[in-house]
């Protein structure tokens, strides 16, 4: 690894990589890697920077996107067309120990840092590049969004209620899910090149993690041949397994077995549920889910929310609230978990983000994290850093 001062501990602590992407699905990944300790600099189109920039919610004119999504980053903005700002691309390689980069497969290569070249010119670089649909394959040239490759991979139509139109799940997941396996396998590579001495070169395609995140819809469809669809809040294999209605508003409950059933029917005065046939055990339940459901809010809608999550969590059933993203921000124990951290960005001051959810025991989970970098704001000290005499 290279001797790069870190703005964070932890494990990743003097790692250096070269951050060439944009908008969400690499920023993501290398964001998780500055988390842990690693010196990211993020290489910029000049004057314009990273899309994610331009994209909102502002406060005065910066976007906090991109700063919930690049924080602990430093920013040098260069234009690899341009033979000067390619030599200094390229005198950061010498010391990088990684690069991610989410050009459109063959960009990369066009500008002359195809894997071969670099894996020869610096042997112990690692690159790592996530794309739509991956370095090779028949879409492999085609441009993704996330919406794409939701759509493509299957869990859109897993997704909301019967007869309804398509729908997108709400967060990003597949940029999310590029990244975090992007990370994965940066980690992996990292491993092996400490066991070896060998560098190698990462492809992860957003369509694939979709594919590989699809679990039981796939299970059920290799098992049966039936196509899954959408079953709304349900699972489509354990029952009670949703959310339902109560007084005033609904709630989740997940009695995924035959014992947390027969408890939760006990808990919520139920118990001519344990002796219904038709609610036996777990297949039977599944296969009569519609009229289990109705006998649970028959009683679930007698009293509110706060009155049914109260004996569920003291009889160990799990349930709980359906949360808004205030409520979640709120919540005691998403708090008690540092999962809402703080950067105190120059311009605008304190900007609340999500934390990292990985806690390690041997290095601090920081309640405050370095600030995402202004575009070009690093270029000084990282052109002093690559202009010192090697060690």
């Not at 575009?375 to 060690?391: H, N, T, W």
Request: charged content about 25%; overall charge negative.
């Amino acid at each position: 690894m290279s001797s790069t001062t870190s703005p964070t501990p932890g494990p990743f602590a003097g790692l250096k990589v070269i951050d060439l992407t944009r908008v969400l699905a690499g920023p993501y990944c290398t964001m998780l890697l500055a988390d842990f300790g690693a010196d990211v600099i993020k290489v910029e189109v000049p004057e314009r920077g990273d899309d994610a920039r331009h994209i909102g919610p502002f406060i005065e004119d910066k976007s906090t996107y991109f700063m919930s999504l690049n924080r602990g980053k430093r920013s040098i903005a260069l234009n690899l067309k341009d033979d000067e700002d390619r030599k200094t691309f390229e005198t950061l390689l010498e010391t990088a120990d990684v690069v991610v980069e989410n050009y459109r497969p063959g960009a990369f290569d066009k500008l002359g840092y195809d894997w071969e070249t670099l894996h020869k010119r610096y042997p112990s670089l690692i690159l790592a590049s996530a794309s739509g649909f991956g370095q090779t394959g028949p879409y492999s040239k085609r441009p993704a969004y996330d919406m794409v490759v939701q759509a493509m991979g299957g869990i859109m139509s897993l997704t909301g209620h019967e007869g309804d139109p398509p729908t997108r799940v709400g967060s990003s997941i597949g940029d999310i899910g590029a990244g975090l396996f992007t990370a994965i396998g940066v980690a992996s590579a990292l491993y092996h090149r400490e066991k070896t001495g060998e560098a190698t070169r990462i492809d992860v395609a957003m369509l694939d993690c979709q594919v590989a995140i699809l679990e039981n819809g796939i299970a059920r469809y290799l098992a049966t041949g039936q196509i899954p669809g959408r079953l709304g809040s349900r699972h489509p294999s354990i029952a009670p397994f949703q959310a339902f209605a109560t007084a005033d508003r609904h709630i989740v409950i997940a009695a995924g077995n035959d014992i947390l059933f027969a408890r939760m029917a006990k808990a919520i005065g139920a118990l001519d549920l344990i002796d219904d046939d038709r609610f036996a055990d777990n297949d039977l339940r599944r296969h009569n889910v519609d009229a289990l459901s109705e006998a649970m809010e028959k009683t679930l809608r007698t009293q509110p929310a706060e009155h049914w999550l109260t004996i569920l969590d003291d009889a160990g059933i799990p349930s709980g609230p359906i949360n808004n993203v205030e409520q979640v921000l709120q919540d005691p124990q998403v708090i008690a978990r540092n999962m809402v951290i703080q950067a105190n960005d120059p311009d605008i001051g304190p900007i609340k983000m999500p934390g990292n959810p990985i806690k390690f025991s041997a290095f601090p989970d920081p309640s405050e994290r370095p600030a995402a970098p202004a575009l070009d704001g690093d270029r000084d000290a990282i052109l002093s850093e690559s202009a010192a005499p090697k060690a």
